[in-house]
DNA sequence: TGTGTTATTGCAAATGATTCTCAATAAGTT
DNA sequence: AACTTATTGAGAATCATTTGCAATAACACA
């Protein structure tokens, strides 16, 4: 869970639209959300955020660690809250379906894989794109 | 090794302006380049194709296979050629330094977990983001 | 080898995502 | 309540990329 406590934690100030972004992460139903969905959601829930000001909240949680950034292939940078424990992503290519998972194995072969070319790890990003069997998918593979 | 007669397969007729992007591909020492790169490589050695085009020619030689695309953190797609064997990337976040790897525990992972989630995988994008240690790395890890 | 048909190019304007400028405003402080 | 400074909103600016359209180059064929 993160609370306004966590704003001030980041030495950001608690103001109206930071705790309207925050909120609409913490409560909205689908955690990946852009910067246009976060100002298109504010708006219809008759909250009024400016733009720039969605562009800017979102960049300054992500660098506070609030929020994660992930850049899908399509341009848009999408986010979601930021719990601590680390995933990777699976996308469905026909309708954007997006499961999340965690493989311990995957991970120590990057930490390997790093160590023999010489790095030092950061991080990393690895998504799998495929179809999915979600019965809404336009077009639904069937299996 | 890339040829004119790739163009032809792929339906593309043999203009100069391909030619010269496939050529530069063939020989440039960096084989990771954006549109930017290739537009600017091209003007310096005197050849000069119009960003336009260079935007066209690649995303046509992607589509044919000719190139694959990466979208690398920092919103532009780099293009490599593509010899067919998939690899994956690692990438030093102080110098740009990009060494490539596959490794054959991960893919099996990824096909497995695709399974899993019920989607029918068409391909990923694993990068490691890290620090390398190269000796003109600007904050160059004293390992 | 000329000539026509059509794909391809160049240029400039359009687009989409994101960032920046700057004056007005709201937070936290005393 | 007044003050200082961070934050916001609105719109212009920027960056990567795409698109419209008229000029041009490829390739097929006479």
């Known amino acids: 869970m993160h609370t306004p406590k966590d704003l001030q934690k980041a030495g950001l100030k608690i103001t109206l639209p930071r ?6 992460f913490e409560h909205s139903e689908n955690h990946h959300l852009s910067a246009e969905d976060v100002y298109k959601e504010l708006l219809a829930s008759g909250e009024d955020v400016s733009l720039a000001t ?5 960049t300054q949680f992500e660098l506070s660690g609030i ?7 399509g341009g848009k940078s999408v986010f979601e809250l930021n719990f601590g424990e680390h995933h990777d992503h699976i996308v ?10 965690y493989d311990p194995a995957i991970e120590a072969r990057q930490k390997k894989i790093a160590a023999e070319h010489g790095f030092a790890i950061h991080d990393h990003s690895l998504y799998i794109y495929g179809d999915c069997t979600k019965d809404k998918c336009p077009n639904r593979r069937t299996e």
Chains 1, 2 share one sequence.
């Open 19 to 24: 705790l309207k972004v925050l909120n609409l």
């Open 54 to 58: 969605v562009y800017r909240v979102l």
């Open 67 to 73: 929020l994660q950034r992930h850049n899908f292939e």
């Open 92 to 101: 469905c290519l026909q309708c954007g379906h997006l499961e999340e998972f």
